[in-house]
Each structure stands twice: as structure tokens, then as C-alpha cells.
């Protein structure tokens, strides 16, 4: 996805350019890294979330079971917060993640 975005970033595309020829050792497009920063934005994401629900005056939690293809049961967590702007009123959810069930 990096190398996608380099070819419209001119810087970008130039830290990648640099990286292919071996110009430069350290960078932050390594596998770690780039799961330590897909981590933080989702950590990010999620107190995002929790803050909207613990501000709305009516939330829920929904919990589901279901198993995978490997046939293992899997718990799936959505978080439902009514928000309510002026006189509009919507439901929304938001999928939190997943979890093998023991």
C-alpha cells in the first residue's frame, strides 16, 4: 500500500527510491514497524469510540457467536450508540473485533 501512495507522493517516492538502492538502512517500512503503527491507530480508533459511547445517553453491546471455517467459535463484539442531532436519530455500530471462543 506504501508503494501505491508513492507513486502520487513526490516524497514518498523518493524515501522508497532511496530504500530499493540501498541508500539508507533504517526506515519505518519494516513488517514491525508497520504492525506498531497499524496497532497505535487502532488503539486510537478504539478510544475514539469508547469516548462516543461514554457521551451518548443510549449504547449497546452486541455479542455473536459463529464459528469460522476452520470450525472454531469465534465471538464477534460490535458497540451500538444512538446519536441524536437535532431531530435526527441514528443507530450506529461499530465492529470492535473478534475472538476465538475456549
Given at each position: 500500500?506504501?508503494?501505491?501512495?508513492?507513486?502520487?507522493?513526490?516524497?514518498?517516492?523518493?524515501?522508497?527510491?532511496h530504500?530499493?538502492?540501498d541508500?539508507?538502512?533504517?526506515?519505518?517500512?519494516?513488517k514491525?514497524?508497520?504492525?506498531?503503527?497499524?496497532?497505535?491507530f487502532?488503539?486510537?480508533?478504539?478510544?475514539?469510540?469508547?469516548k462516543?459511547?461514554?457521551d451518548?445517553k443510549?449504547?449497546?453491546v452486541?455479542?455473536?457467536?459463529?464459528p469460522?471455517?476452520s470450525?472454531?467459535?469465534?465471538?464477534?463484539?460490535?458497540?451500538?450508540?444512538?446519536?441524536?442531532?437535532?431531530?435526527?436519530v441514528?443507530?450506529?455500530?461499530?465492529?470492535?473485533?473478534?475472538?476465538?471462543?475456549?
Amino acid at each position: 500500500m506504501v508503494e501505491v501512495i508513492g507513486k502520487f507522493d513526490v516524497v514518498l517516492s523518493e524515501h522508497l527510491r532511496h530504500i530499493k538502492n540501498d541508500e539508507m538502512s533504517n526506515h519505518y517500512l519494516r513488517k514491525t514497524m508497520q504492525n506498531e503503527f497499524i496497532q497505535l491507530f487502532a488503539d486510537d480508533v478504539l478510544q475514539k469510540i469508547c469516548k462516543r459511547l461514554t457521551d451518548t445517553k443510549y449504547f449497546s453491546v452486541i455479542l455473536d457467536c459463529t464459528p469460522d471455517v476452520s470450525h472454531e467459535e469465534q465471538l464477534t463484539v460490535v458497540l451500538c450508540c444512538i446519536e441524536i442531532v437535532g431531530t435526527s436519530v441514528d443507530a450506529v455500530e461499530h465492529f470492535v473485533g473478534y475472538s476465538i471462543v475456549d
